[in-house]
């Protein structure tokens, strides 16, 4: 016997093929109600939508169970229809019958790397942005080099054609098969940012298809209103369908450098010195190793060591390490002053001698370094397992307080997968976006990157993970710590107020004139209710 929900998804999926069918092959003329048509098989009725709204891509009602997943691997909400257009005009013509037929959800699916179920689309339409491929990549390599993108298109590829010019964007996120659309919907942090700030930073133009089916191109100088609003915007104001990306010139190589530290004070001065200073490396991240027998053994198949024999008699088990990892970007005609450079300013820190750790590699292997892992992941069976990940802003001033309360007490053990740390100079940031930090200039990303083990009960299994989010949350708010979540999953409006502060006046007013019916980013669940994520 079915159960309630399934019926009534059921009855609504009908309802909805039945309007759609209704209203589009029904004269466009509103006057005129009576409809002369057959009905159709659902094949031919989305045939005849894709007609009469004259789609270049075209609806789906078959293999909803696609885009009803994503990377968190913990929500599986199923929509009505996946609409995967050709063209712009696809999915605005989409949008403005949506919004004048009924208050249907919409969501703009990427790569489907959302966590917590943020691109799905329960009941509702989901827009497959990786269908969109027009414009084909433009550039313009003269002063101020940019590229005209697809919204859809990943940035690995950007890398790879910017690369043929000798051009590379400037910042970007560790994993690069993410689509510009999403990454822009929130910020786009890696270890560049401190130099370069997000990737959101880094944007001249956008178009946007606005939640009553508008199209507007917007910059700083041109509908700055909307521009701002939609970088960092969760998807709430607009679906991103373009975007023009500030270019530089591209290195060929990268010396990519470990050290360890054993104190975090130590670790956290070494590295807010570093994104200080004029002379520095392109680079900047850190990460927490708990109790990790091999460490340094676990290296060798990427890096070398400064010194073999000191290395070999570093132990990290039963220790609280944290690693500093930089990068600095070179051409082969420059290794010599280059390498110079690199002992300059390892000779400032203060990390533990033998654990200088090196490798050369170039600038592709190098941004593409995460892809590797996912390749072995995928062989043995763990990548699409859930990922409960937690990533949190802490201000400067209390970050100490929350290693020594996190690391080694909440934290007895390293989980699986890596813990992310590192300092962020706000102060390179453009202003106005959507994008909610801390209020202090210098603040840190700190990245828990866990992976759940299937039929687990133990310390990797999704419910200890999940109860250990919780506490870290929770000492958060009890300590008054002043953080803020990035790439949030937020349950009630009233957690995103609190999460926005004095900026959801502004947010809300966007989300008035921008999505009025509130129909864009559903998953979101910042302005209409949706169905939370089972543990599983």
């Known amino acids: 016997m079915k159960s309630p929900s399934q019926f009534l998804f059921k009855q609504k999926h009908v309802v909805l093929k039945l309007l759609i069918f209704i209203l589009f092959n029904c004269s466009i003329n509103k006057s005129n109600i009576c409809c002369n048509h057959n009905f159709a098989s659902p094949s031919s009725l989305i045939i005849q939508t894709s007609k009469q709204l004259k789609l270049e891509g075209h609806l789906s009602f078959e293999k909803l169970n696609l885009v009803a997943k994503d990377f968190g691997n913990r929500c599986h909400f199923l929509p009505l229809a996946i609409l995967y257009p050709k063209s712009v005009s696809d999915i605005s013509s989409l949008i403005k019958y ?50 005209d993108v697809s919204a859809g298109e990943l940035w690995i590829n950007i890398l790879h054609e910017s690369l043929k010019l000798g051009l590379a964007p400037k910042s970007w996120t560790d994993y690069l098969r993410l689509t510009v659309g999403g990454t822009l919907s929130y910020a786009g942090i890696s270890g560049q940012a401190f130099k370069h700030g997000p990737q959101i930073n880094n944007v001249y133009q956008l178009e946007v298809v606005t939640g009553k089916g508008e199209v507007i191109t917007c910059s700083e100088e041109q509908n700055a209103d909307l521009f701002h609003g939609v970088l960092g915007g969760l998807g709430q104001f607009g679906i991103i369908t373009r975007a023009r990306i500030a270019l530089e010139t591209a290195p060929k190589k990268v010396k990519w450098i470990r050290v360890l530290y054993s104190d975090f004070a130590t670790f956290s001065n070494d590295q807010e010195s570093l994104i200080s200073s004029q002379d520095t490396f392109d680079y900047i991240e850190g990460s927490v190793i708990i109790n990790k027998t091999g460490l340094l053994n676990n290296w060798r198949s990427t890096f070398n060591p400064k010194d073999t024999l000191l290395a070999s008699n570093f132990s990290s088990e039963g220790k609280v390490l944290f690693c500093l990892e930089v990068a600095k970007y070179f051409n082969p005609e420059n290794k010599d002053s280059t390498d110079q450079n690199i002992d300059i300013l390892l000779s400032k820190l203060n990390y533990i001698r033998p654990t200088l750790f090196l490798s050369e590699v170039s600038y592709v292997e190098f941004l593409d370094r995460v892809h590797v892992s996912e390749v072995k992941l995928q062989e043995k069976g763990l990548w699409d397992v859930a990922h409960p990940w937690l990533n949190l802003l802490i201000p400067k001033s209390r970050i ?107 947010f809300a007013r966007r989300k008035s004139i921008y999505d009025p019916l509130a129909i864009l980013a559903p998953g979101q669940r910042i302005f209409r209710r949706a169905p939370a994520c089972e543990q599983q």
């Open 98 to 147: 949506i919004s004048e037929i009924g208050n249907i959800p919409v969501a703009a699916r990427g790569h489907g790397h959302s966590l917590e179920g943020q691109a799905q689309a329960y009941q509702g339409l989901v827009i497959n942005m990786e269908s969109l491929q027009t414009p084909e990549m433009a550039f313009k390599t003269t002063e101020l080099p940019y590229v």
């Open 400 to 506: 100490l307080y929350f290693a020594q309360e996190v690391f080694g007490k909440i934290l007895t053990d390293s989980i699986n997968g890596p813990i992310l740390i590192y300092p962020v100079n706000k102060s390179k940031w453009i202003k106005g976006t959507s994008l909610v930090t801390p209020e202090e200039d210098v603040f840190y990303l700190i990245s828990f990157l866990s992976s759940a083990m299937p039929s687990s009960t133990g310390k990797d299994g999704l419910e200890n993970l999940l109860d250990q989010n919780k506490r870290i949350l929770n000492f958060c708010r009890k300590a008054r710590i002043g953080m803020k979540q990035y790439l949030a999953n937020h349950k009630t409006q009233e957690e995103w107020k609190d999460h926005f502060g004095p900026q959801w006046e502004t």
